[in-house]
């Protein structure tokens, strides 16, 4: 028999060769779908536990019981958040590893010249998680009571006060960019590998502010180590009484949101994407998820479908890209 006699030409072979493993890759594809999920599934945090991790940890047990799988949480800190996204954008998209990004890890290739990650285009969208205020804490070494006396202390001591954050790019550097242009101010930033390692450096006096979430400081806050000045943002908040928002003295300053997101590979199968974000939907209903991340002082927050996660993703990207341009950020 002469070669390929079964088929009449080269193309005819290469043709059936891959329309039979489309047929078989089909039903793999739709096998492991139906069968979804078999195994633990795995979140990975790119940052130090005790902050951005409170709220997956509280979905956990609800997202189990709706998945049928365990959900282990994985820290992965690093480079603001950087590592822990790029081993996830590296994973296989098969459902069984996710990303719980948060806004600093949208933030952070404004800042950095070596970062190719782009979390609007590298990632499927499953869900957003919650939202969380941003506060303006001193130093009760600092002696400042307000942020009017905040400025007027800058203004007379450039170059001399810090302020602390989760790392170069973060939404807490970012804050305080901002800040800094809106006040002619000049601050010196001082980045730590994590949201909640600058704490005993604040309390102590090391160094002298921080822009960060509510959730983060509450505890040193209610026990009066830390200063209260502003509530980021245009309002006031119920757990910070007599604590006015920023816009009070700062008409213009622009708040950044501080939020999460569950993330998935590139090319996770559509109904593996909508079985998990409709089990987060589901999860984020629960009396007691709402009651924990609420405790930490977060909003939960829901979308209706991935597709809007996708949006809030790259708009706030574009929004964030205009502001850094606007206060002339240059990445280094």
Known sequence: MKPFALCRTVQACLIALICGASIVSGRVEAQSSDNYPARPIHVIVPFAPGAADVYIRALGPALEAELGQPIVVENRAGANGLIGADAVKRTAADGYTFLFATA???????????????????????????????VLVA????????????????????GKLTFASAGIGSIQHLSAELFKNETKTDLVHVPYNGGTVFIPDLITGRVDLAFSTLGTLAAQIGEKKLVPLAVLGKATHKDLPGVPPITETLPNYQKIASWSTMLAPLGLPDAIRDRVHQAVSKALTKPDVQALIEKNYGLALDTATSAEVGKLICSESERLDLLTRKIGIQPD
């Open 139 to 158: 130093s009760p070494a600092l002696g400042v009571k307000s942020v009017a006396e905040l400025i007027d202390h800058a203004r007379r001591n450039p």
């Open 104 to 134: 600093s890890v949208v933030a952070t290739r404004f800042f950095r010249k070596d970062v190719t990650l782009n979390v609007c285009k590298d990632f499927v969208p499953v869900n957003t998680v919650h939202e969380s205020p941003m």
